[in-house]
């Protein structure tokens, strides 16, 4: 089954009403993809998810594309991979706290006028926090302090370079889940 690792940066936490700024894939260990994306209005709180780490507003002037162009590249980039016309040839979605980053992508899709995200994954993600608390709840790893991603990569070894961003986020969060699966 193919697996892809998608992790988002967003202006906020309500996917209906916020706006990815960042989307970051990995396609196992094929192909990548990442791109930054300009909202069309900077949030007058914008300056609290920069302190956080979080894609400053110069970068996204610089480097982001619009809404609609994330979408078109990122549809592209999944068609190199699945064939949207083979209901067999899916994706599973693999994220940290993946029903947020599996909603905005679906609401990317969503306001692009696009129902079809569901022929590129499965309607099931996994969800690698579920599989750091399944390590914790069978005593293979133990947590001392919290369950954001740097903290559990800190925890157990694995190297998160800049957290909050997507690129770094994936890849940790990718080394993660196939290091717990073999503890």
Known sequence: MKKIFVDVETTGLNQYKHQITELACLYEDISEFHMYCLPEKKPETYHELEE??????SLLQEKGVSEKELYEKFKKWLEKIIDPFNKQDKAVFFGYNAKFDRDFCYQLFKRNNDNFFNSYFHRHAVDVMSTVLEAVAFDKITVSESFKLEKICEHIG??????????????????????????
């Open 158 to 183: 694995i190297s998160l370079e800049n957290a909050h961003s997507a690129l770094h986020d994936i890849k940790a969060t990718r080394d993660l889940y196939y290091k717990l699966r073999s503890i």
């Open 52 to 57: 956080k780490g979080m894609p400053s507003w």
